[in-house]
């Protein structure tokens, strides 16, 4: 069974730019959590994704978008990069959204560093 | 407000000792607790949860944690560390208010002494 990936490992953009990162479930996973993971702090929930509809979403502006694929495989678009989206940012899957049951399962995450 | 805090930001334990890191919240609803371990380069890992039940639940690794309702309190603890529990170790709560989504403590960042 292949766990969550996630690519890039690294990253580097300038201010303005915009990014893509990508994650792909583990097999048999319907649902994507995105975190954002500033240094020194816990994970932030961004957004998570069922069967390709957003199903919920923390405190992060519009400018932090994402898309599911059939395949249940996700990106996160950060546009308009600013200094402080600097962060690791984490994609988890689990088999279905909704309650705690459902145990998420972390990729090791992409390192963004904005300049 | 609901909320996480992991009153220690470093934690240096010798190999052999006891440990236990203190994970206290502010959730109005009732309460599903985790802890999660993050080794570098790897990903989130759950050590344990708690739903109901028994107050004192098992986890992977040797870990253990205790659910204190009165003191709001869900504290890791493994009797003997091994030098590879290094690693920064976070508490999350979930539940209702907050549509079920993970509230992540800052993290305790655990240091091994030979």
């Known amino acids: 069974e292949t766990g969550v990936t996630q690519s890039p490992t690294h990253l580097i953009k300038t201010r303005g730019q915009q990014v893509t990162l990508r994650c792909s479930s583990q097999s048999g996973h319907n649902t994507v959590s995105w975190y954002q993971q500033a240094l020194g702090q816990g994970p932030q929930f961004i957004f998570q994704y069922y069967r390709e509809e957003e199903n919920g979403r923390g405190n992060f502006p519009p400018r932090f978008s994402g898309l599911q694929f059939p395949n249940y495989s996700s990106e996160l678009n950060v546009n308009a990069l600013e200094l402080d989206d600097s962060a690791l940012y984490l994609c988890?899957?689990?088999?279905?959204?909704?309650?705690?049951?459902?145990?998420?399962?972390f990729g090791p995450g992409t390192r963004l560093t904005v300049l | 407000a609901q909320s996480v805090t992991q009153p220690d930001i470093h934690i240096t334990v010798s190999e052999g000792a006891s440990l236990e890191l203190r994970c206290n919240y502010s959730?109005?609803?009732?309460?599903?607790l985790f802890w999660y371990v993050q080794s570098p380069g790897q990903g989130l890992q759950l050590l344990l949860k708690?739903?109901?039940?028994d107050t004192l639940v098992q986890g992977i690794k040797g870990f253990e944690a205790e659910f204190k309702r009165s003191q709001s309190s869900f504290n890791l603890r493994k009797p003997s560390v091994h030098w590879s529990d290094a690693a920064e170790y976070f508490c999350a709560v979930a539940g209702m208010d907050s549509n079920y989504q993970l509230i992540w403590g800052a993290g305790t960042k655990l240091i091994i002494k030979p």
């Open positions: 988890a899957s689990s088999r279905a959204a909704g309650g705690p049951y459902n145990e998420q399962f």
């Open positions: 708690y739903f109901s039940g």
């Open positions: 959730y109005g609803a009732t309460p599903y």
